[in-house]
């Protein structure tokens, strides 16, 4: 017997200005209010403790955003 796929649950959106970093454990010398932001183009991971084994990590949305046409928005913190 076979189901339907259920669409997820509905989430509220995020405001802009909401820290990305909010609910990660911070390193010693990162500071919660100079990480970026959901609104940001540039998301710079490095702060957050992620994994002991990895790289730092950086998410960079205005190259996909030119991929698709879509022009990029300003960093509310240094790119």
Known sequence: MTHAA???AHRA???EDALVLATRPLR???RLEETY???DDLWTL???WLRADRKPHRLDFAQARMLTGTPPSS???PC
């Open 6 to 8: 259920q669409a997820p």
């Open 13 to 15: 959106a995020v405001p």
């Open 28 to 30: 010693a010398e990162a």
């Open 37 to 39: 932001r959901y609104g």
């Open 46 to 48: 490095t702060p957050a």
């Open 75 to 77: 960093c509310s913190t």
